[in-house]
């Protein structure tokens, strides 16, 4: 689904993207990088007691229109608007978290697209853990170099996908998914969920993640830490240093929303 009042063009300026844009390979590849530069990652909304909504106008205003980003049902949402309007098939997948140290409900979004007859794995919205590329259901049990990062894509016994990373000199689980097609709908329970329920890590702690042509950029809590070319240097933040973290280093602007939006 696509949103009534969605732009492509105003897509593609808000992302930064110059050229023509079409439905191969190549250029989605130059999007989704391109999307991942500019659009944080980012659960504001969340810290500041709302429920994130799945209305797909909403998410293109929030993130285009008022230069904002969102979590994972935000930014692959509007990722899948592009694609949509490019003419690419598509589908959502609901995917199981495995970063936690419990078993998690499938609470994550991802997009399975067909690109000349071949499915791709495309996500934009998992956090600090996420790929930068798409990655083809094909590639299975090999090493996906990824810039200074590692992924892996492996079959499980039962059939399911199951993307990993390598940290710490080892595979690391980020999630699992199998090729049932999801409906925005499908998301509703787990999107309140991950908004308003007191575990939920989107409620816990305030998270903006941006990538960069060499790394990334994380704030979590009071803990800002920027990673380049592999390596890392973190620090803490007081409360009163966060709004201009937000401007400098995410483009977010709190200024510009006539509120404080980490006021609950």
Not at 206 to 227: A, D, H, I, R, W
Request: aromatic share 12%; with cysteine.
């Amino acid at each position: 689904m696509k949103a009534e009042n969605f732009n492509f063009h105003s897509y593609l300026a808000r992302i930064g993207f110059e050229g023509a844009a079409s439905a191969d390979l190549a250029t989605l590849k130059r999007l989704m990088l391109r999307q991942l530069f500019s659009v944080p990652f980012e659960n504001l909304d969340v810290q500041a007691g709302k429920v994130v909504s799945l209305v797909p106008e909403e998410i293109y205003t929030k993130i285009v229109e008022r230069g904002r980003g969102g979590y994972c049902y935000e930014v692959n949402g509007l990722f899948a608007m592009a694609l949509a309007s490019l003419g690419v098939a598509y589908q959502f997948v609901a995917a199981r978290p495995m970063t936690y140290p419990v078993r998690r409900p499938k609470t994550h979004m991802a997009i399975v697209a067909t690109i000349e007859g071949e499915q791709w794995l495309f996500d934009l919205g998992f956090g600090s853990f996420g790929i930068r590329e798409p990655i083809n259901l094909g590639w299975i049990d090999r090493e996906i170099r990824q810039g200074f990062d590692t992924f892996g894509l492996f079959l499980n016994p039962d059939g399911n996908y199951l993307l990993q990373s390598i940290t710490d000199d080892s595979w690391k689980n980020l999630y699992e998914f199998n090729l049932s097609p999801q409906e925005w709908v499908d998301f509703e329970p787990a999107n309140y969920l991950n908004s308003t329920h007191p575990d939920s890590i989107f409620v816990r702690s305030l998270m903006v993640v941006l990538q960069t042509p060499s790394g990334k950029e994380l704030l979590n809590g009071n803990s800002f830490k920027s990673v380049s070319e592999g390596r890392s240097l973190e620090r803490e933040v007081t409360q009163e240093e966060i709004p201009r973290l937000l401007k400098e280093k995410f483009s977010l602007n709190v200024s510009e929303w006539g509120e404080d939006p980490l006021a609950k």
